[in-house]
């Protein structure tokens, strides 16, 4: 996917001006811990269907000793997951999916990393809903920056995840053949 407009224009939000901490993502995103890849909301849009999010990228973030020792770079999965978290926050926000549904990864599509995202570094995130099948699918464009400058952007697409696999317990898993469990 060739580089696009920006999604929202840098004039139309304040970074500064949150519309959304983590504790209103929490109402709607189940991540937690390491896997929170959200800071705060600072731009809602039900009119345009869009939103802007953003990361603060912690020097002790998990991925940080091993990925890259002395050179650490946030990985690209991680970027695609804090887009897919914000794409998932819009979507349950408004309910675009008219169910008690959590969204779960579809898929992504045309996915391209265009600079990196390092310790210290704030992560904007803009996304751009393209369509949305209540129940089905909802489809969104994504783009992220760091100093305004385009990292990454793509396309992720997020289906319901039925609301009662949240309330069973996890199943155990079985240690691999030729391991001990711990």
Request: hydrophobic letters at 40%.
């Amino acid at each position: 996917m060739p580089a696009r407009d920006v999604i929202v224009d840098f004039s139309e939000f304040d970074e500064n001006h949150i519309v959304a901490d983590i504790e209103e993502i929490r109402r709607y995103n189940p991540q937690r811990f390491e896997m929170e890849q959200l800071t705060a909301i600072v731009f809602q849009d039900e009119k345009r269907m869009g939103c802007v999010g953003y990361k603060d990228v912690r020097h002790d973030e998990f991925w940080v000793r091993g990925h890259m020792p002395g050179l650490p770079l946030m990985p690209g999965v991680l970027i695609c997951e804090a887009a897919a978290q914000l794409c998932s926050y819009y979507a349950l926000r408004y309910n675009l999916m008219r169910t008690d549904s959590m969204i779960g990864f579809g898929g992504m599509e045309d996915v391209r990393f265009r600079g990196v995202v390092r310790p210290g570094d704030r992560l904007i995130l803009m996304a751009g809903l393209l369509k949305v099948r209540p129940g089905a699918m909802v489809v969104a464009r994504f783009q992220g920056y760091v100093n305004r400058e385009l990292v990454a952007e793509g396309i992720a697409r997020g289906i319901p995840l039925p609301a009662d696999i949240m309330r069973k317990p996890p199943v155990k898993s079985e240690p691999l053949p030729g391991t001990r469990q711990a």
